[in-house]
C-alpha cells in the first residue's frame, strides 16, 4: 500500500511504520500524477482534494490532519465513494489557550480589566466548546451564537448574531467556512456587522480567513470603528492582505492550532482512522516527550491581575514573537511572500499546552492561583 502525506504532518512516517510506503510531499505541490499509485491521502489544510487532484487515482481514502474540512470536496468524495475523514477537535485546546493568551494581551496593552467584560463565542463545537470551558476563569461573561446547534436542541442560552456583535466587548469566531447554504460563513463578519461592533470592542479570528471580510476589517480599524483586532487566519492565505497586518494589535501565520499537542493529536487521529478503514488492527502509537523546563516561577510585584497570568503564560508561549515572524515576512518582496508564509507554518518552534508546566506558587493569591489550575496549569509551593 502506498500513503501519500503532506510532509508537514507530525511523525507521521514513524507513526505509520509497518503499515506500508509512506511518501511525504509539500502540501501546495501535490498534483494528480503524485497520486497515480497512491491508496491513500493525508493532507493538512492547504491541499486542495477534489476531482483534479484525485481523478483516475486509486486513492480510496483521504483524511485530513485538522478540523477543518473546507479544502476537501467532500459531495464529490462521496459520490466517487473515497471516503474522508477529518481530525475533528484535535488542536480545540491549542486554539482556546491561543485565544486566552490574546485576550489577555489586550487587556495588559489597553489596561483593560477582563473581569464583568462580555466575551461573544461565535461557534460552540469543539474549538469554540474550548475557549467556553477557559474564558470564565479570566472573569469574562459569555455569550454564544450557532444556529446549528440550537436547531438541534442543544441547551443555550443562545444570543442572535447582530446581538451578540452589538453587545460584545470582545468576538472570538470558531466556525466552519460554509461558502453557501443556510449556514453560510463567507464574510459572516461584514461591513454591515463591523459597524454594529461596538467602537470599544475587539475581533479575534482564529477560525478561517473568509469568515471575515478582509477588506471591509481594513476599513473599519483605517475608520477607528472598532478598537482593534486578532488574526490568526486570512483570506487568500498565503498571500494575504499585507497592509491589514499593518492595521492589527496582533497577526500570526495560522498557527492557533499549532502546539505540539494539537498537531499530534491530528497524526494520532488520522492514523486510526487509516487503519479502521483497511482493517488493520490498532497498535499503540508514540507519545510527546515531557518539557524540559516546566517549572515557572512567576514575576513578582505584576500590576495587576491579568499582567500576573500574561507573564506567567510567557514563559510557557510568547504570541508576541509569532506576531514578529510574520510582519518580518511583510518586509520581503511580493514574490517571497506567500513562500516564507508557508515557511513559517512549516517551520514553527514547539509550543506546549499549559498542562505541561508547573507553576511555583508560594507568592501567589489564591484567587490567581485557582484561575491557573482552571487553565490548566499545575501550582505548588516549597
Known amino acids: 500500500m502506498l500513503i501519500v502525506a503532506d510532509e508537514n504532518i507530525p511523525r507521521i512516517r514513524e507513526c505509520l511504520e509497518g503499515v506500508g510506503e509512506v511518501r511525504l510531499m509539500h502540501g501546495r505541490q501535490m498534483t494528480n500524477a503524485d497520486l497515480s499509485n497512491a491508496n491513500a491521502l493525508l493532507v493538512r489544510s492547504i491541499t486542495r482534494v477534489d476531482r483534479e487532484l484525485l481523478r483516475n487515482t486509486p486513492v480510496r481514502f483521504v483524511a485530513t490532519a485538522t478540523i477543518g474540512t473546507d479544502h476537501l470536496d467532500k459531495v464529490w468524495l462521496e459520490e466517487t465513494g473515497i471516503q474522508w475523514r477529518s481530525a475533528a477537535g484535535c488542536n480545540a485546546r491549542s486554539v482556546a489557550e491561543y485565544i486566552t493568551t490574546a485576550l489577555l494581551e489586550l487587556a495588559v496593552r489597553h489596561e483593560l480589566p477582563l473581569r ?17 470551558a477557559l474564558a470564565p476563569a479570566l472573569g469574562l461573561k459569555l455569550v454564544f451564537n450557532d444556529p446549528p446547534l440550537e436547531r438541534k436542541g442543544t441547551e443555550g442560552p443562545w444570543t442572535g448574531l447582530d446581538d ?3 453587545a460584545s466587548d470582545f468576538i472570538t469566531c470558531h466556525v466552519p467556512l460554509n461558502r453557501t447554504g ?18 470599544e470592542a475587539f475581533l479575534i479570528n482564529a477560525s478561517r480567513g473568509p469568515v471575515v471580510d478582509n477588506a ?3 476599513t473599519a480599524l483605517d475608520d477607528s470603528a472598532i478598537a482593534g483586532t486578532v488574526l490568526d487566519v486570512w483570506e487568500n492565505e498565503p498571500h494575504i492582505m499585507w497592509p491589514l497586518l499593518d492595521r492589527v494589535e496582533i497577526g500570526t501565520p495560522h498557527i492557533a492550532g499549532y502546539s505540539a499537542e494539537g498537531k499530534f493529536n491530528g497524526t494520532l487521529m488520522v492514523v486510526r482512522a487509516l487503519r479502521e478503514h483497511f ?3 490498532q497498535r499503540e502509537l508514540p507519545s510527546l516527550p515531557p518539557v524540559d523546563k516546566g517549572v515557572i516561577n512567576p514575576a513578582v510585584g505584576a500590576a495587576s491581575r491579568e ?28 514574490q517571497q511572500r506567500g513562500s516564507d508564509f508557508d515557511r513559517l507554518r512549516r517551520e514553527y518552534p514547539v509550543r506546549r499546552e499549559f498542562s505541561n508546566y508547573s507553576v511555583r506558587a508560594n507568592q501567589l493569591d489564591e484567587s490567581i492561583v485557582k484561575t491557573l489550575k482552571t487553565l490548566g496549569f499545575k501550582c505548588f509551593q516549597d
Open 116 to 132: 464583568g467584560k462580555t466575551l461573544g463565542i461565535i461557534g460552540r463545537g469543539n474549538t469554540g466548546g474550548g475557549v467556553e
Open 164 to 166: 451578540l456583535v452589538a
Open 216 to 218: 471591509a476589517l481594513l
Open 279 to 281: 482493517q488493520l488492527p
Open 182 to 199: 443556510p449556514d453560510q460563513t463567507l464574510h459572516l463578519i461584514d461591513r454591515r456587522r463591523l459597524q454594529r461592533m461596538k467602537p
Open 307 to 334: 499582567e500576573t497570568l500574561l507573564s506567567i503564560m510567557r514563559q510557557t508561549w510568547n504570541i508576541n514573537k509569532d506576531d514578529d515572524r510574520l510582519r518580518t515576512v511583510a518586509q520581503k518582496t511580493e
